[in-house]
């Protein structure tokens, strides 16, 4: 079935760590995003990226960095700068809405905790 | 720029009692609208979506949402709410047509549901 992966689950963190959170799509989709999602904050974008090799920053982008050197991959690095890591994160993605799609399908989520 | 308004936090019913949660968008173009809902711990699963057309949509678990322009509202409804409905559900609007991923998808804050007997 096509849908899209994130690993791990449940990820600890000690403070000063990089740790990077994985997000892997078989749908076969251009555009993938990372949202970071806080209690009574709703969702809010880090990074998205239409194509290979190229990403944009969203609202909160520092003290997070991306790569996207596959159309199936968009791993996310959470550094050391990121003040306040721990959170839920998703990792979703979307086509164009003249190919059928417009929305974004979304992972099961990573839920990160700094100990 | 774009943004979300789900004033209501939180919204309790009664099982079988109607449901309607509220939102209101800003934006200047032509919007396309979803509503998503979210299980504690788990991702976003698409509820329905209104990009053109009639502006009363169809989704998925007997949802539906009337597109307002004239109030900026995309407002879900349900006609009988089931205990497995309880959940947090989020309004999002992007860009349509051509401005497509050129400017992302924005999300309101949520609307926790809950359901009691």
């Known amino acids: 079935d096509g849908g899209i992966t994130q690993s791990p689950k449940y990820l600890f963190r000690k403070e000063g760590q990089n740790v990077t959170l994985s997000c892997e799509q078989n749908?076969?989709?251009?555009?993938m995003y990372w949202y970071r999602q806080d209690p009574g904050q709703g969702l809010r974008l880090i990074y998205y990226?239409?194509?290979?090799?190229?990403?944009q920053k969203g609202d909160i982008a520092e003290g997070y960095s991306v790569s996207r050197e596959k159309k199936e991959s968009f791993p996310l690095t959470v550094t050391s700068a990121q003040k306040n890591p721990t959170a839920f994160y998703l990792c979703a993605s979307s086509i164009e809405p003249d190919s059928g799609g417009g929305e974004a399908f979304f992972g099961q989520g990573t839920r990160l905790t700094v100990v | 720029a774009q943004s979300v308004t789900q004033p209501d936090i939180h919204i309790t019913v009664s099982e079988g009692a109607s449901l309607e949660l509220r939102c209101n968008y800003s934006y200047g173009a032509t919007p396309y609208l979803f509503w998503y809902v979210q299980s504690p711990g788990q991702g976003l699963q698409l509820l329905l979506k209104y990009f053109s057309g009639d502006t009363l949509v169809q989704g998925i678990k007997g949802f539906e949402a009337e597109f307002k322009r004239s109030q900026s509202s995309f407002n879900l409804r349900k006609p009988s709410v089931h205990w497995s409905d309880a959940a947090e559900y989020f309004c999002a609007v992007g860009a349509g047509g051509s401005n497509f991923g050129n400017e992302k998808l924005t999300f309101g804050t949520g609307t926790r549901l809950t359901i009691i007997p």
């Open positions: 749908l076969n989709h251009d555009a």
């Open positions: 990226s239409q194509i290979v090799n190229d990403f």
